[in-house]
């Protein structure tokens, strides 16, 4: 079974930059695809970034297109999410995401950034950004 550690979550000023990781146990054995979601309060759960791994196929919401960045480092069995030029309405919990069976050819990003197919999930860290 996957196993996700998140780390790097905090608190920034708006305009600032944070970088959160998630290793992830069995990431090269059979992880198919990672990604990040986030929840603020009184939101719903959606979708940032997803990542193929292997593939190097990369979807993100577009709230964040040109800010974020998601990526996987296999040496490490890691995922990053590099976000930069923070706002406040990116102030949520993240959650770092594995998907460990399935298809996931010719996955659009509506698929991608959609929590079916997810089998495993981290404990979620706390970003805040201050205006």
């Known amino acids: 079974q996957v196993q996700l550690v998140e780390s790097g979550g905090g608190s920034v000023q708006a305009g600032g930059s944070l970088r959160l990781s998630c290793a992830a146990s069995?990431?090269?054995?059979?992880?198919?695809?990672m990604g990040w979601f986030r929840q603020a309060p009184g939101k719903e759960r959606e979708g940032v970034a997803a990542i193929l791994v292997g593939g190097a196929i990369t979807y993100y919401a577009d709230s964040v297109k040109g800010r974020f960045t998601i990526s996987q480092d296999n040496a490490k069995n890691t995922v990053y999410l590099q976000m930069n030029s923070l706002k406040p309405e990116d102030t949520a919990m993240y959650y770092c995401?594995?998907?460990?069976?399935?298809?996931?050819?010719?996955?659009?990003?509506?698929?991608?950034?959609?929590?079916?197919?997810?089998?495993?999930w981290g404990q979620g860290t706390q970003v805040t950004v201050s205006s």
């Open positions: 995401a594995a998907q460990q069976s399935g298809a996931t050819s010719w996955m659009t990003a509506i698929q991608a950034l959609a929590e079916r197919g997810y089998n495993y």
């Open positions: 069995r990431y090269t054995y059979s992880t198919k695809r």
